[in-house]
């Protein structure tokens, strides 16, 4: 089945038709730390995260940029993933906390590399201000511009039970502020965060939906070994929506009603979060690769009817 023939809006086709080839985004670690790490806002961070999970082999902040793109194409190529137009994506960490000057260096690195079209930011919504914003804005004259937020949740109860360190109020600002700049924008929702019910999920859709997003991504909560969160699930399992023996058919269901609230011109970039094995103390998939949950959430909208906002 092709892209176009999904009963959602598939992130890769929806970027082939805004840039007018097959896009391969290529992580960057550019060793930029977290506020919610170092004392800016908070120190340990969010207790679900364990920022190792989230980055590929070749990506190592130890590297330099264009070393890392190098490897990046390279990595892909192997996997005979060919694309027309590669993307830097600042993966790791927050990468608009630094100074203004070295944001400067660390994206035009990037783009000043001859297979880069452009660049997306992976980042907070509390860590963007008028000057970076204007950085972003000039930048996107010439190149590609993105900006990816974690919002995780637009529950302010979650969000501090987990110690995110923002609102959701400063999520909708931040994204209201970037999308006035011409900058696209994508956020990341992670489903199974302690005391949300499915009811609380599905119900969230509709403020996700008023965000006027470009993409979004959606993750399983995975439980790592040896963060805060991995002592709430073995002390409250209760707490988590997907700590039960179905968890893997919950998730899939949670995905299809959620696709079918969910504006039809918001690009869904993925269903699930991958992690290496040794890091994980618990996922509610099993073993089950993300290409499988894929294909059980396209098989059961396709058996259905459904489509990616029909119950809007």
Not at 144 to 157: H, K, P, Q, R
Not at 211 to 236: G, V
Request: with cysteine.
């Amino acid at each position: 089945m092709s892209p176009e023939q999904l009963p959602y809006n598939d992130y890769g086709a929806a970027m082939r038709r805004r840039l007018g080839g097959r896009v391969q985004k290529l992580a960057i670690d550019a060793g930029l730390s977290c506020p919610n790490r170092d004392g800016t806002i908070a120190y340990g961070g969010c207790s679900f995260c364990l920022n190792d999970a989230f980055s590929p082999a070749y990506c190592r902040e130890t590297t330099s940029i264009t070393k890392q793109i190098e490897l990046g194409i390279d990595f892909h190529l192997q996997r005979r993933r060919e694309s027309d137009i590669y993307l830097a994506y600042f993966q790791s960490g927050t990468n608009s906390h630094a100074p203004i000057s070295r944001l400067r260096e660390l994206y035009n690195e990037a783009l000043s590399h001859p297979k880069i079209s452009g660049i997306i930011i992976g980042t907070r919504p509390d860590c963007v201000d008028s000057e970076k914003l204007q950085l972003l804005s000039d930048l996107r004259q010439h190149h590609y511009v993105a900006v990816e937020y974690g919002i995780e949740s637009i529950n302010d109860a979650t969000l501090q039970h987990v110690n995110r360190g923002h609102t959701y109020a400063s999520a909708i600002d931040a994204i209201a502020r970037t999308k006035a700049i011409g900058v696209d924008v994508g956020a990341h929702f992670i489903l199974g965060l302690p005391n949300e019910s499915y009811d609380d999920i599905i119900n969230s859709v509709a403020y996700i939906n008023n965000l006027n997003l470009n993409t979004i991504k959606f993750h399983q909560l995975q439980i790592y070994r040896n963060t805060p969160i991995a002592l709430e699930w073995h002390h409250q399992p209760a707490n988590f929506l997907l700590s039960t023996p179905d968890a893997c058919e919950l998730y899939t269901s949670l995905l299809v009603d959620i696709i079918r609230r969910l504006r039809p011109d918001t690009a869904i970039e993925r269903f699930t979060s991958e992690a290496p094995r040794h890091l994980l103390l618990h996922s509610p998939l099993g073993g089950m690769r993300p290409d499988q949950i894929r294909n059980k959430v396209v098989s059961q909208m396709i058996e259905n009817g459904y489509r990616q906002g029909d119950l809007l």
